[in-house]
Each structure stands twice: as structure tokens, then as C-alpha cells.
């Protein structure tokens, strides 16, 4: 039997309703103590709509590269498909950089950034209260004294001028954040970017560009370098990308 599911901690995470068979068939395989059906995300909250399959424990503790995360998968989200990119984060940072992750939900790329690259402080600003719980849970987890999580719209924070590295790690609507990133960045140094998005195939490699270019070139940037990397496909031609863009302000 080939049933396709994503294991979070002791969670088991499927896509379609399952049979008695299968139910019995996915416990006996991976031990799992709960089932849930997992449909969409929904709102700026990034809340999951589930339905319980088996079991009635939505928490758990999931281990990823090193790294351990609470989650409960009935409140907060979380995506297999983007494991690649939380590793490849987790050493992209240094212990010279301060860090502003716009978009940390329960600490995706905050806590492995913390644990491996050790950056002097990262804010973790995240405006879901539930998400912000489960990151303060994880801070405490894997015993990290360099983020500060913020519950807020981080477009309310007051951080201007002192970021060497900015994570946004959000899509759809990322775009609307820019100048807000653009405000967290330090000036008179090289700093970076990691700008998410969703785009068609065709123009993934200049429509990203383009609209980081419009803000650097409004807010006195100059755009030094950039690579876009695919983080996976997020619809019939479409992908989810990320664009590392080195910047530095115009004297």
C-alpha cells in the first residue's frame, strides 16, 4: 500500500479522508498517535483547517536537523517542502550580523539560524499569538539567548537602520513588505535580503528582481548581487522561490 504523508513529531499529516485500512495501515507502519487531514491555510494568520482522522493530540515535538520544534498542527502551520531552505538558512548568518526574521512563525528559520550560524540577537517578529506562543517555546527548547521574539505586524515595529540580514520568509503577499524591510537594513555596509515569493515560471527570474530593484532604488539601495533560488513547485507552473539579494546604500 503507497500512501503519501508528512510525519511531524508523532503527527501523521495526510491530504484525502482514509479508510479503516489505511488508518490501521499508516499506525502500524510509523507508530504514529494521531492522524489528521490537513486541506488548506487560511488568512494572514496562516491558520491550517484540519479534521482528525485518529487520535485527539494535536501537539507534539518534532526533531529537525538538530533542532527541535513544538508545534501544535490544529493551530500553527508547517511545510515538509521547504526543509532544503530551513538548513540551507541555518548557516547562511555569522556572529557579527544582528538579524530581523519578519515572518517567524514558530521559529522555521529564527532557530537554526540561532543554533548554527549564532548571530549576536535575531528579532523573531510574528503577529499570530498562537505562532508566537510555539516560538517562545522553541527559543526555550534549544536553550538559544540570541532571539527576541516580538508579537506584532512587524510593519508596527520600531527597528530602523541596525539589520545586516533580513529573512521574508512569507508569499503571495510579500511584495507589500519591502519598504518595511528596507527600513530594518543597516546603512553603510553590505546587507541581504532573503525575499519569498510565488511566481509563474516565466517570469520567476525578473519579476522578483524588478520589484526589489523599484524599493532599493526608492529607499537609496543599490542592488550589489542576487541568486534565486527554487524551493519547490507551488502550483502547475508555478514555483515558491527566494532571492538572496546583497544590497548597500548609496553615501
Known amino acids: ?126 503577529i499570530n499569538p498562537d505562532s508566537h506562543y510555539y516560538l517562545v517555546e522553541n527559543i526555550k527548547l534549544n536553550k538559544l539567548n540570541n532571539v527576541v521574539p516580538i508579537l506584532s505586524d512587524n510593519r508596527d515595529v520600531e527597528l530602523k537602520n541596525m539589520a545586516d540580514r533580513v529573512i521574508m520568509g512569507y508569499i503571495l503577499k510579500t511584495r507589500f513588505f519591502l519598504d518595511k524591510a528596507f527600513e530594518f537594513l543597516k546603512e553603510g555596509k553590505k546587507c541581504t535580503i532573503h525575499y519569498h515569493d510565488t511566481l509563474a515560471e516565466k517570469i520567476m527570474d525578473t519579476e522578483p528582481i524588478n520589484e526589489i530593484k523599484h524599493h532599493a532604488e526608492k529607499h537609496g539601495y543599490n542592488l550589489l548581487s542576487y541568486k534565486i533560488h527554487k524551493i519547490k513547485k507551488y502550483a502547475p507552473g508555478v514555483w515558491h522561490i527566494v532571492v538572496n539579494a546583497e544590497l548597500i546604500k548609496d553615501k
Not at 100 to 119: C, E, L, N, Q, R
Open 1 to 126: 500500500m503507497t500512501l503519501k504523508y508528512q510525519k511531524i513529531g508523532d503527527i501523521l499529516l495526510v491530504k484525502k479522508k482514509l479508510t479503516n485500512n489505511e488508518i490501521n495501515y499508516l499506525i502500524n507502519k510509523t507508530k504514529c498517535k494521531t492522524i489528521v487531514k490537513y486541506t488548506y491555510i487560511k488568512g494572514d494568520m496562516r491558520k491550517p483547517n484540519i479534521e482528525l482522522l485518529y487520535g485527539d493530540k494535536t501537539e507534539t515535538i518534532h526533531k529537525e536537523h538538530g533542532c527541535l520544534f513544538k508545534i501544535d498542527v490544529s493551530k500553527v502551520m508547517w511545510s515538509m517542502g521547504n526543509i532544503e531552505e530551513r538548513k540551507r538558512m541555518a548557516y547562511t548568518s555569522n556572529p557579527n550580523e544582528t538579524v530581523v526574521d519578519m515572518f517567524a512563525g514558530i521559529g522555521y528559520f529564527t532557530i537554526p539560524m540561532a543554533k548554527y550560524s549564532k548571530p549576536k540577537k535575531i528579532y523573531a517578529i510574528e
